[in-house]
Nanobody, 125 residues
Framework: QLQLVESGGGLVPPGGSLRLSCAAS????????IGWFRQAPGRERERVSC????????TYADSVRGRFTMSRDNAKKTVYLQMNSLKPEDTAVYYC??????????????????WGQGTQVTVSS
């Protein structure tokens, strides 16, 4: 059974860093698209970063480019999101997700079929 489990969230002051993890099971991680999304209170879920399956090419939202870095450890079946220079506006529940079809990094939430339970990130002094 395909499963994604996020961890690593927490409370951090502005300018701080966190590393989120997304542990995958039930599928071959390096052949599937993995996306990181976030949802702040009262806002729609938005894609933060993505890697399209076996292609080593990451995409980032403009709001996080240069501050967030996505990586993948196929042996550990884990995807990471390193978040630096955090801002209060980064406060949200962060999710990882994947989809059944191969390739691509769609922006739309509805294109992803499997989601983790989410991990809360709060940036506040």
């Amino acid at each position: 059974q395909l499963q994604l489990v996020e961890s690593g969230g927490g409370l951090v002051p502005p300018g701080g860093s966190l590393r989120l993890s997304c542990a995958a099971s039930g599928f071959t991680l390096d052949t599937y698209t993995i996306g990181w999304f976030r949802q702040a209170p009262g806002r729609e879920r938005e894609r933060v970063s993505c890697i399209p399956g076996s292609v080593t090419f990451w995409t980032y939202a403009d709001s996080v480019r240069g501050r967030f870095t996505m990586s993948r450890d196929n042996a550990k079946k884990t995807v990471y999101l390193q978040m630096n220079s955090l801002k209060p506006e980064d406060t949200a529940v962060y999710y990882c997700a994947t989809k059944r079809t191969y390739g691509g990094c769609p922006v739309s939430v509805s294109d992803y079929d499997y989601w983790g339970q989410g991990t809360q990130v709060t940036v506040s002094s």
